[in-house]
T-cell receptor, first 109, second 116 residues
Framework: TQLLEQSPQFLSIQEGENLTVYCNSS?????LQWYRQEPGEGPVLLVT?????EVKKLKRLTFQFGDARKDSSLHITAAQPGDTGLYLC?????????FGKGTHLIIQP | DTGVSQNPRHKITKRGQNVTFRCDPI?????LYWYRQTLGQGPEFLTY????????KSRLLSDRFSAERPKGSFSTLEIQRTEQGDSAMYLC??????????????FGQGTRLTVV
């Protein structure tokens, strides 16, 4: 069974600060996706990373896939209250996506 | 709206009743997935379909859970004899191919089930 561990589980910071959240596994994934989920809604896809060492940027969000394709990180620059939410990483597999438990992020104004 | 659509958005039912949820995937997507998400957790895979064929159902939570996709388009998830522990968000997702081949999955807004 492929497992994804996300850290930290909870993070509360002030508006304007930078942060990084992590997604780690002992398994190799052919692709990894990051989602953001708000309460009562379904996950919304942010990005897919495929190649080891790949870096993708989405405005203030920077996503990196580890060289060995076992881990990933999400860095947010100058966090804003609108970034508040549950950030989920998910690895692609034969049957579907394996999700981590997520990082609950709160950005305080 | 061409995204994944789920209904109802919310369902409150009494313990012991049967419930059925519907998912309409993105029209050109041939793969459809069902997940369950409890409070504070990530989504948990339940089952998936390639067109009308259900290719994995061993991870359905019990024999009270069943899913169908009769014409390879919309899908239904049924829970029989609901229990309070079934209370959760039930999510549907669709994709155009095998996820391990780097295609992307898109989720609906989910159905929130509360069993009282």
């Amino acid at each position: 069974t492929q497992l994804l561990e996300q850290s930290p589980q909870f993070l509360s910071i002030q508006e304007g600060e930078n942060l990084t959240v992590y997604c780690n596994s002992s398994s190799v994934f052919s692709s990894l996706q990051w989602y953001r989920q708000e309460p009562g809604e379904g996950p919304v896809l942010l990005v897919t990373v495929v190649t080891g060492g790949e870096v993708k940027k989405l405005k203030r969000l920077t996503f990196q896939f580890g060289d060995a394709r076992k881990d990933s990180s999400l860095h947010i620059t100058a966090a804003q209250p609108g970034d508040t939410g549950l950030y989920l990483c998910a690895g692609g597999g034969a049957d579907g996506l394996t999700f981590g438990k997520g990082t609950h992020l709160i950005i305080q104004p | 709206d061409t995204g994944v659509s789920q209904n109802p958005r919310h369902k409150i039912t009494k313990r012991g009743q049967n419930v059925t949820f519907r998912c309409d995937p993105i029209s050109e997507h041939n793969r459809l997935y069902w997940y369950r998400q409890t409070l504070g957790q990530g989504p948990e895979f339940l089952t998936y379909f390639q067109n009308e064929a259900q290719l994995e159902k061993s991870r359905l939570l019990s024999d009270r859970f069943s899913a169908e996709r009769p014409k390879g388009s919309f899908s239904t998830l049924e829970i029989q004899r609901t229990e309070q522990g079934d209370s959760a968000m039930y999510l549907c997702a669709s994709s155009s191919g095998f996820l391990r081949r780097n295609t992307e999955a898109f989720f609906g807004q989910g159905t929130r089930l509360t069993v009282v």
